[in-house]
């Protein structure tokens, strides 16, 4: 480095950066304070891949410090991975190979329970082996250490990787990703959950019982929605890879199922996918109970119960937590659902929920405000999400976020609100999302946003994106091989090499 030159480093290192925001820039019009914010939040997640390495991920708190013992969560395939996959699909593949690498650290975590197939860590260390302790806050009344079940019963972590590692292959086309370990994943992963099921034979059906979800100030609970949904989609997606490995490649297959002892376990697998129940919208006003029993509980409103606060940093949730009784959320779980499964949801279900669910929200995790930024843009209120979107994308830069949970520390980044921040303004605002190998763009931006311009990929090819309250551009970028159908606020067109496409919005020509 001496010998070449601090200049020589210094034109490598913009060269190098040059490239990175190349294909991941967000640019926004007439928001300079969310623009600065968003772009604060990819710096963070560029800085944190790993772009040298498929035998590593991204930890809950990236480069900031020990929270965490630096542990990798589901905040990784969840919250990061859809910013990756749109614009450096090298590295998701590297996130979601990591999970694969760790594979044998799921088993073992499986078996250590009595389960079957791939259980995965809550906090995943290099090997898969769990580093999440069960004791991780002080109890409020007897100063002692309180026993926590994120651990032993977050098992939607198993769905999660499962759920990442096929969107990955559905975005890229990469195949090989399954035949390198992926369908292997995936099948462990649906025979964890049948293992784990529970069969009904009153009711003739399968459950998923003594779950955390995502809201961990309820643990221990039976028929979680967003858990049941996506060990369904777990179940899906394993029968969707046999079906391809089938058609595709049937030697690698034939081995696959041999290896794993598995033919039995995919006859299960069918049967289960048919009948695992899954909560539904009921009654008139639309909701999903967010668990069994869920609507029994106190009703109390957010600032209610802050004032039984004993102790400042005091943890909601576990045996005495203030919320364990009542409706009040840790963080969103049903919402969540709302937006990884959005096409199985109408609007109005959609607005029922979110307006049900965000008053009995307390936000104590930075994975929450962008979910609920997410499907108020989805329901054409982007005035609702546009808070969320700033809490989420400012959290590192304002320091608003918890700290403390009792005594432990939890301060440090957040590379989920970045991921989320993206989100919010790609998927959401910008309305992008990519099923069935097209692109679909339904915008709702901001009134303070003139325009967002940015660049997505899938299936290879490159595109460079503008909307604005009147008007979505589309460009393919240089080196694109084949057309890609982009559907643009309902209407439908083929972009080739080359092509560029420009539809005036619906509701804007209205006006």
Sequence with gaps: AHEEGYDSLLQKHDAKWTKLWKASDVVIDGDDE????????????LIIAPTHSDKVSIPARGLSGQVYKGAVFWDTEMFMLPFFLHTNPAIARNLVMYR????DGAR?????????????????????????????????????????????????????????????????????????GGAETILEC?????????????????????VTGPDEYHERVNNNAFTSYMVKNTLEVALDAVALLEDRHADDLAALLSKLDYVETLKQIRVMNEKLYVPQPGGEDGLIEQFDGYFRLEEVGLKELKSRVLIPNEYWGGGNGLATTTRI?????????????????????????????E???????????????????????????????????????????????????????HPAANGGAWMSAIQGFAGVGFHDGAFH??????????????????LGQRFAVTVSHNEISIAALAGNTRALTFVLNGRSVLCQPGGQHSVVIKEAAAR
């Design 34 to 45: 969310a623009q600065l914010a968003l772009r604060y939040s990819l710096y963070h997640l």
């Design 100 to 103: 694969c690498q760790t594979l």
């Design 108 to 180: 073992r975590k499986a078996a250590e329970y009595g389960f079957e197939g791939a259980f995965f860590a809550w906090e995943s260390q290099d090997n898969g082996d769990d580093a999440c302790t069960l004791f991780n806050v002080t109890d409020v009344f007897t100063n002692r250490p309180m026993r926590t079940y994120f651990r032993d019963k977050q098992v939607h972590i198993s769905a999660d990787v499962a759920v990442a590692i096929w969107q990955y292959y559905t975005f890229t086309g990469d195949e090989s990703i399954l035949l390198e």
């Design 190 to 210: 649906a025979r964890f959950f049948h293992s784990y099921s529970y069969f009904n034979p009153t009711k003739d059906r399968y459950e998923i019982l003594d």
């Design 329 to 357: 959320l840790k963080q969103a779980d049903v919402v969540l659902t709302m937006h990884r499964f959005k096409d199985r949801f109408s609007k109005e279900i959609k607005k029922a929920n979110w307006e049900f669910y």
């Design 359 to 413: 008053p009995r929200t307390e936000h104590g995790s930075s994975l929450s405000p962008c979910v609920y930024a997410l499907v108020a843009s989805d329901i054409g209120s982007p005035d609702w999400a546009y808070p969320y979107f700033k809490k989420t994308a400012t959290i590192d830069m304002t320091g608003d976020s918890k700290q403390f949970v009792g005594t432990l520390y939890i301060g440090g980044t």
């Design 441 to 458: 763009i339904d915008p709702a931006l901001p009134q303070a946003w003139k325009s967002v311009a940015f660049t997505v990929q899938a």
